[in-house]
């Protein structure tokens, strides 16, 4: 009689979290003020020979700071080894940052000790490259120009949201005639101006508007006419919220840090196809750490925006590789 051996099961995952500055490259404007470097907080979690990080940044518009991120991240740690999964991760904390962290270092670390990347795992056959936006910060029309000219990017995105938005528009478009453009304005303009504002929009030739209103008053989205496709950033979150959507939005902003990690992002993407919706895939200010689960949902939207590591000073190594407008999918030492 031959007797076989049981594997001996996966030690549970030992976490850690830590708080990372990456300084910008310059300062980075948008109509809700101004800052000079990436805050990030990453999740590690060690499991015997295997390790999964992830890294997400608090958001201080959804009520986010980075100690208490880091915090709740933390206090974790005994249910981790306890047995928490990235299933029950889903129930234990509400989308948002967090989760983001936690979420995207359990698909690495599921993916490190299947060797199964975290794409195959994800249903998706082959990760290409993609087009990424390259975001211009709010500033004057002239220096806006400037930055659209010296930037030599097929696909361009405006931080807007400030008196001036036309003037700004259209120095752009005559600096870059042969640029494609998107706008956000980061909730900044008002429903008395937004006709006026969508047709300058119009008439410099943009491609999409990110959330104009502030989320509180987009139901006005439903009445007007829309010049310009509009794409709800902070009205969207994860998927309980999306029905309400219809009608007011065309596309929807899906970035990892609101709807709480990879997991809800790939499940909020069917939903909104399903819905009708066009998908943009957006990052906050964070290093390649933070990009490289994005593009594993970036493969199915029609508008990719994940240029932060491009804003950033330095990038931690190795990161995403960019070429121009082009980012390459992640080598298994960054992620996945």
Not at 148 to 170: F, I, Q, S
Not at 171 to 177: D, H, L, T
Not at 276 to 283: I, P, R, T
Request: some cysteine; glycine content about 8%.
């Amino acid at each position: 009689m031959t007797t076989t051996t049981a594997p001996a099961p996966a030690p549970a995952p030992a976490l850690s979290v830590s708080i990372e500055r990456f300084p910008i490259n310059g300062t980075f404007t948008i109509a809700r003020g101004s800052k000079t470097e990436a805050v990030v907080v990453v999740a590690r979690l060690d499991a015997g020979a295997h390790q999964g990080r992830g890294e997400c940044v608090p958001y201080q518009r959804y009520g986010e700071t980075v100690d208490g991120v880091a915090a709740t991240i933390a206090a974790l740690a005994p249910e981790i080894a306890a047995g928490l999964d990235r299933v029950g991760l889903q129930r234990r904390l509400p989308a948002g940052a967090a989760r983001n962290a936690l979420d995207c270092a359990f698909w690495d670390l599921e993916a490190k000790q299947s060797r199964i990347p975290a794409a195959t795992r994800a249903g998706i056959t082959t990760l290409k490259p993609l087009e990424t936006a390259f975001t211009l910060s709010l500033d004057t029309p002239a220096a806006m120009a400037h930055a659209a000219a010296g930037a030599g990017r097929p696909l361009l995105k405006l931080k807007l949201g400030a008196p001036g938005d036309p003037e700004r528009l259209a120095a752009v478009r005559a600096a870059v005639p042969g640029a494609r453009l998107i706008v956000d304005a980061n909730e900044g303009w008002t429903t008395a101006e937004l006709p006026g504002l969508l047709a300058a929009c119009a008439a410099a030739g943009v491609e999409l508007v990110e959330q104009p209103l502030p989320a509180a008053d987009d139901g006005a989205l439903a009445h007007m006419p829309h010049l310009v496709p509009i794409c709800a950033d902070e009205s969207v979150h994860d998927r309980s919220g999306l029905a309400a959507l219809r009608g007011r939005y065309d596309a929807i902003n899906i970035k990892l840090d609101k709807a709480g990690g990879l997991t809800e992002a790939l499940a909020l993407a069917a939903e909104a196809e399903r819905l009708g919706f066009s998908l943009m895939v957006g990052c906050m200010l964070a290093s390649s750490l933070a990009m490289a689960p994005a593009l594993l949902v970036a493969q199915r939207a029609q508008v990719v925006d994940l240029d932060g590591p491009l804003l950033l000073a330095r990038d931690r190594t190795p990161g995403l590789r960019y070429e121009g407008a082009t980012v390459y999918p992640p080598v298994p030492a960054l992620w996945g």
